[in-house]
């Protein structure tokens, strides 16, 4: 499995954490450097509808070997990425 990052979406299942009966998709937000289990990780994110609307923030306690991802977040390149709005100081 490959390293988690904001905004890859997942389809966490039962695979993932027993918990999970019934699976749901998840907007990644940040993945916590909360000390777990061996193999096991905190997630913090959004749970998505059918429609990919975000109807709860949540985190969530998953072994990351068990999660479907859906579509990962593309790098931004180094020249595009956001700047701050703040006026520049001289």
Avoid: N
Wanted: a positive charge.
């Amino acid at each position: 499995m490959t390293t988690l990052r904001a905004g890859d979406l997942v389809q966490v299942t039962r695979v993932a954490s027993v918990q999970f009966s019934s699976p749901i998709m998840f907007r990644v937000i940040r993945v916590l450097d909360w000390i777990t289990y061996e193999g096991w990780t905190w997630l913090d994110g959004y749970q998505l509808d059918a429609k990919g609307e975000a109807v709860a923030r949540r985190s969530i306690f998953v072994q990351p070997a068990g999660l479907m991802v859906q579509r990962r977040t593309a790098p931004v390149p180094l020249g595009q990425q956001r700047r701050s709005r703040s006026p520049q100081r001289r």
